[in-house]
């Protein structure tokens, strides 16, 4: 089975000595895994970046075996945000995060799609509020629609309209931006409450009954963005 496409790199592992076990979310084959031999050499250790753009030959033997990729480098990203820590956490953070959720071999287009637009509002001031929206599409995308609005109820205290959703035991305020698609927000506490119910979604609906434990590189970014 040979084909070629455009991917971006989720992750990679070493693979004996001079190889890469890698995983690519690629436009017309979804996330495929395969080994890149000789991938420690200078030549292509520099530019395989988690994130990178990539156009990839993959070749196997059958549907059921290991392939292999050969690369041609597409378009630099991940290198524009090395002086960044916090925005070069949440690459390695949402790459990782893609590469948890999705399936092997599952083409779907609105994901590959989801990771170009992540780059076009990395750049943007308020990406750390965008960033909310993005989480909340692809979990909507992988069957996982958290409709706030469908959900929350309203109060006013102090002339201000609140949003909370409640049962017996526990009221709990949602931030307003979230309810009212408000991409221009720039209170850093309501955007990092809502980065925190995304992820308390994402724990409790979808990691907690598959027995998957948070990924390492979400923790890290939310305890850097957080400083």
Known sequence: MFWADYGYLLSKNKFGENSLITEFYTKNHGKVSGII?????????????????????????????LG????????????????????????????????????????????????????IFLEDKNWINKLVFWELELLKIIGYDLSLKSIVNEE??????LYFVSNSSE??????FLVERNNDVVDFNQILSGLKLVNDYLDKSI???NNISPPKSRIEFFNLIKE
Do not use: H
């Not at 009221?171 to 307003?176: A, H, N």
């Open 156 to 161: 006013i205290i102090d002339n201000k309209k």
């Open 37 to 65: 031999y000789g991938a420690t050499s200078k030549k292509i250790r520099n530019y395989l970046q988690l994130g990178n753009k990539f156009y990839v030959n993959y070749n196997s033997k059958s549907e059921n075996k």
């Open 207 to 209: 990691l907690k009954p």
């Open 171 to 176: 009221k709990k305020y949602i931030p307003s």
């Open 68 to 119: 292999y990729f050969k690369i041609e480098i597409e378009k630099i990203l991940t290198p524009k945000f090395f002086d960044d820590k916090k925005r070069l956490s949440c690459i390695v953070s949402s790459m990782n995060l893609i590469k948890l959720l999705t399936v092997e071999n599952q083409l779907n287009l609105n994901i590959y799609n989801l990771i170009e637009e992540f780059y």
